[in-house]
């Protein structure tokens, strides 16, 4: 009891921490501006067309509207300053916008923009309004306009969808787990494609038509060893023979997928086999003395009984290649990826490889975004452990 209650303290101190430090992540402030699209600046010829809208300077607009909302700002360094209060993707946003409903061009639109990391610091508390230059790094002139668009309710902390809605970026308000969500999603199901049958087939011949001599009991006992393997082997193996022998493309889901495979193969194995064997003897002989072959009443009788431990060992298998990160970074998904992949052969991250690249940025942002995408990977575990539990207790037979 005493160790149980050390480990629920220290998972509760830890959860806590990391709770504490990623929920701002799943804010972001944002800065309200009156845009004016001018004409002049983003299509002068009045053509509308599509290539001319996407290279107009957008961000040029941004610094004009930041320089209409504080017109006593002059002086060359001082608008430097001002301009730093938005961040670099707001230009992207009126981008997308005039992309999107051309008919803005000429108009004057109020937006919401992206606020710059620092801004976004300050505004949510995380570093404290009286802190040092060099801490909140915002001079007091910059501190100065941030209270006054406050005071004004131009300055507001709002749900960041960005989160969720888009790839990796240098900028920690451009970044999000989408492009390493759908990395992680398209491997594992490659995983799962390969690894169940072909465990479950394993299981079933080891288990119930495999002859026992030497080469059988050779079999197994690798088997078992391979089950304790540290995971960066299976990420050197596939490193030589999936991209060096076999030339598939690096950083790509489908590698992935095949690596994390080899590596939870034995775990559905040795599931399997337990749970064919947790199956009553009187099952198989009733099924034979009733004139079924051993095939049959393997696949019809024995294997639908042990299906739900099957479920359940391989869901665990693969909540544990969902945190694997070590062989993904030998075959190259620790990649920097801002677009989210199409196909199972684009370049691609996942999430645990996303951690670990935003844990080693220097951003103080990132650092919550890190626990924010620690979170989200948290619920996907959570989830699917759940679900293993639901499984087998929907489906298991009590002997």
Known sequence: ????????????????????????????????????????????????????????????????????????????????????????????????????????????????????????????????????????????????????????????????????????????????????????????????????????????????????????????????????????VFGLLGMAVFLNFFGLPRSAPLVGGLVLALMTLPTIIIAGRVALGAVPPSIREAALAVGASPVQAVFHHVLPLAMPGILTGAIIGMARALGETAPLIMIGMIAFVVDIPGNFTDPATALPAQIYLWADSPERAFESRTAAAIIILLVFLVFMNLLAIVLRRKFETRW
């Open 1 to 232: 009891m005493v160790a149980i209650s050390c480990g629920i303290v220290f998972l509760a101190i830890l959860f806590s921490s990391i709770t504490g430090k990623g929920l701002t992540a799943f804010q972001q402030t944002e800065i309200r501006l009156e845009v004016f699209f001018d004409e002049q600046a983003i299509d002068p010829q009045g053509s509308r067309d599509a290539a001319i809208l996407g290279r107009a300077d957008y961000q040029g607009l941004i610094k004009e509207s930041l320089r209409r909302a504080f017109p006593g700002v002059k002086a060359r360094r001082d608008k430097k300053e001002l301009y730093r209060l938005a961040s670099i993707g707001a230009g992207y946003q009126l981008r997308r916008m005039v992309m999107e409903n051309p008919g803005l061009v000429g108009k004057s639109v109020t937006v919401w923009v992206l606020a710059s990391d620092d801004v976004d610091m300050i505004a949510k508390g995380v570093i404290p309004v009286d802190a040092r230059p060099e801490v909140r790094r915002l001079s007091d002139r910059q501190m100065e306009w941030v209270g006054t668009l406050r005071q004004s309710g131009r300055l507001e902390t709002r749900f960041n969808t960005t989160l969720f809605t888009a790839g990796d970026s240098r900028e920690p308000e451009l970044a999000g787990v989408a492009a390493a969500a759908a990395g992680s999603l398209m491997a594992i199901l490659v995983c799962l494609a390969l690894s169940f049958p072909f465990g479950v087939m394993t299981a079933v011949y080891l288990e119930e038509f495999a002859p026992k001599n030497l080469w059988i009991g050779f079999v197994e006992v690798n088997i078992n060893n391979l089950a304790a393997v540290p995971s960066i």
